[in-house]
T-cell receptor, first 115, second 117 residues
Framework: GENVEQHPSTLSVQEGDSAVIKCTYS??????FPWYKQELGKGPQLIID?????GEKKDQRIAVTLNKTAKHFSLHITETQPEDSAVYFC??????????????FGSGTRLSIRP | EAGVTQSPTHLIKTRGQQATLRCSPI?????VYWYQQALGLGLQFLLW???????NRGNFPPRFSGRQFPNYSSELNVNALELEDSALYLC????????????????FGPGTRLTVL
């Protein structure tokens, strides 16, 4: 079945440094890749997403890259700040109602920013 | 615009009891998804409802069930509760016009934390 692998499971970086989280997916039909941030006691919040017709997308300090051939996609956070500390989930989905539009989530990365 | 809302915030039950969790989607969203998030683990897909019908379910036993009402709100029922059902239950909504776009992303509620004693 479809699978999304996410690494690392935990990541600790110094404030101001960059953080990178990587995911791989198995379903070649996947064409939509959202990233969610979950803070303690809250539900996941969408922070950025990318489609398969785009290789890179950036939003301020956050960027996502996609290598569809290798089935890899990554989240890059630059100039990390304490408020970036959270659990981050990657996900992969294929569009289309007939496919049940089910999003497959990675297992999550707990990011800690050291002051 | 109000986000996805869930109630109750916390729910404490004992083994064998039944739990009912509720979700109200974002206005204009027709699809509701339910996920289970056990402590320290990722999101496990439970159920997907759209236009009042169950469209898909994850690998969970039949004692996990639910429904979607005409106003698109949804209810998740868990019968014969077991200790391992203790988890955060998340609801997400989506417009579901048949094609994924940024506007059709799943938006999550804050969750209901279910504790089974």
């Amino acid at each position: 079945g479809e699978n999304v692998e996410q690494h690392p499971s935990t990541l600790s970086v110094q404030e101001g440094d960059s953080a990178v989280i990587k995911c791989t997916y198995s379903d070649s039909a996947s064409n939509y890749f959202p990233w969610y941030k979950q803070e303690l006691g809250k539900g996941p919040q969408l922070i950025i997403d990318i489609r398969s017709n785009v290789g890179e997308k950036k939003d301020q300090r956050i960027a996502v890259t996609l290598n569809k051939t290798a089935k890899h996609f990554s989240l890059h956070i630059t100039e990390t700040q304490p408020e970036d500390s959270a659990v981050y989930f990657c996900a992969a989905a294929d569009s289309g109602y007939s496919s049940a539009s089910k999003i497959i989530f990675g297992s999550g990365t707990r990011l800690s920013i050291r002051p | 615009e109000a986000g996805v809302t869930q109630s109750p915030t916390h729910l404490i039950k004992t083994r064998g009891q039944q739990a009912t969790l509720r979700c109200s989607p974002i206005s204009g969203h027709t699809s509701v998804y339910w996920y289970q998030q056990a402590l320290g683990l990722g999101l496990q897909f439970l159920l997907w409802y759209d236009e009042g019908e169950e469209r898909n379910r994850g690998n969970f036993p039949p004692r996990f069930s639910g429904r979607q009402f005409p106003n698109y709100s949804s209810e998740l029922n868990v019968n014969a509760l077991e200790l391992e059902d203790s988890a955060l239950y998340l609801c997400a909504s989506r417009k579901d016009r048949g094609d994924l776009s940024s506007e059709d992303t799943q938006y999550f509620g804050p969750g209901t934390r279910l504790t089974v004693l």
